[in-house]
């Protein structure tokens, strides 16, 4: 059963017994409704008494961040109704909608007659408890995933601690060591002589000194080198209670050495400039291919300033492709002039270098020669120009009078090209009749209709008579459907009728 007490229903009895605890203290009633709350879960809420009387615990602000949490106490108020008592933890919301963790009890009242009377709800904050065993399991999971062999042992050499890569790679558990002498450790059993010298590092270093040497370790059948290194760990007050024992495999140093020689082999031998900089656009490496751009071996260049090997327009500026992705922490790319030795047009990219924390700490970039692509591009265009100009002949048929047949897609370029080449023509000719043939575009939307009104009514301006021909209906349906006025323009279906009236034009 449940403790007995009579509350009565004097709220002061309960605002002086209860307001000054720094718990949470709350009194229910069987079925969960509020009658009292302590000031201090109410300061915590922000709200007062009067937000809560009334209401099911449940319903309360402290539980309104979650329906599983309001859940978890109505399913609490039901079993302590039933008489029992309850302890767990849970969060609780606070004034800021943050959450913290306190240990929630709740126990049953009984009057004197053994009648369910209250229900007494409590909370004390344990956040920092939680907090504080966290961090310590967190420091231990560090400890445990060491890549470093690490053992702690008190001063007379007695092993109290052994990281998890320890264990696994010794194949030993850790109850079966703790308490064992170092130097007995299974690791040293290959030599006497070893152990003997293992005691008197551990003895010698409980008085202060330090060690760092290379040993052999024994694993299964097999020795291995380490670097063993063995240190006091001192207190606040500089006493010293622990010793601590690290060893890292050397043969998986060096392995892990050769994969990172070969990876800057693969660097140094790429054929475009690699260039690596710190955050004072130091450069910290460059490839030989980088250093050969600008005349120069790889040593000479590391240690001077980006700016001071490189010569580009941005080089030197806040434009400098390095210091935009370390402002902006990210890659870009971009494209520049290099003058070297010898002047080409570059591609560019740049990255930003991070730490193991994700801090950026530099720059990597690489270089590619595009000036070969840069003339491929100009020639490209000058030949689209001519195959332009080719493809939209604009041809004298008869004197005064031009022919301009349209073959092809319209698009924007083309057809101000092709404006630009009929004006000039009409000029030069002396034009009085341009006919713009059109059965060789294959269709005509918005754009092109657009397009071909401009041109019309630029030839009309220079005082040409301007005749379509070739419009064919669904040509003609697409201009009328978008509203282009060619009341004032001739059409003809043919070109053969349009050369019909073009040329008795002129000859008036």
Partial sequence: MGAKMDLGE????YSKLLNDMVTFVGVLSPDGTVIFVNNAPLELAGITLEDVKGKKFYDTYWWAYSEDARERIKADIATCAGGKRLIHEIQVQTADGSLIWIEFSMHPVFDEAGNLRYLVAEGRDVSEKKQALEDAQQKVAYLDNMPTYMAVTDLEGRLQFTSAVTIEKFGIKLEDVLGTRFDQMPWWEYSEEIQQKMKDVYERAAKGEKFEFEVDVKMGEDLYPIKYTCEPLRDENGN???????????????????????????????????????KDITIKFINRAGAEAMGMRPEDAIGKKCYEVFDTPECGTDRCCIIQIMDQGRAIRGETHLRGVKEMDIQFTCAPLVDDDGNIIGGLKYIADITDLKRLMKERERLSEEIMRVSTPVIEVWEKVLLLPLIGTLETGRAEQIMERLLGAIVKQGAEAVILDVSGIPKIDADVAQ?????????????????????RPDMADTITSIGI????????????????????????
């Fill in 10 to 13: 004097d709220e002061a009895f």
């Fill in 240 to 278: 010293i209670y622990a010793l601590l024992h690290t060893g890292t495999r050397i043969d998986e140093l060096r392995a892990a050495l050769d994969d990172a020689k070969e990876k800057v082999m693969y660097l140094e031998n790429a054929p475009i400039p690699i260039i690596a900089v710190d």
């Fill in 451 to 471: 397009h071909l009104v401009k041109t019309v009514r630029a030839a009309q301006i220079l005082g040409s008579r301007v005749i379509l021909t070739g419009i």
């Fill in 485 to 508: 006025d060619l009341t004032d323009v001739d059409t003809r279906r043919t070109l053969r009728e349009g050369l019909m009236d073009a040329i008795p034009l002129v000859e008036k």
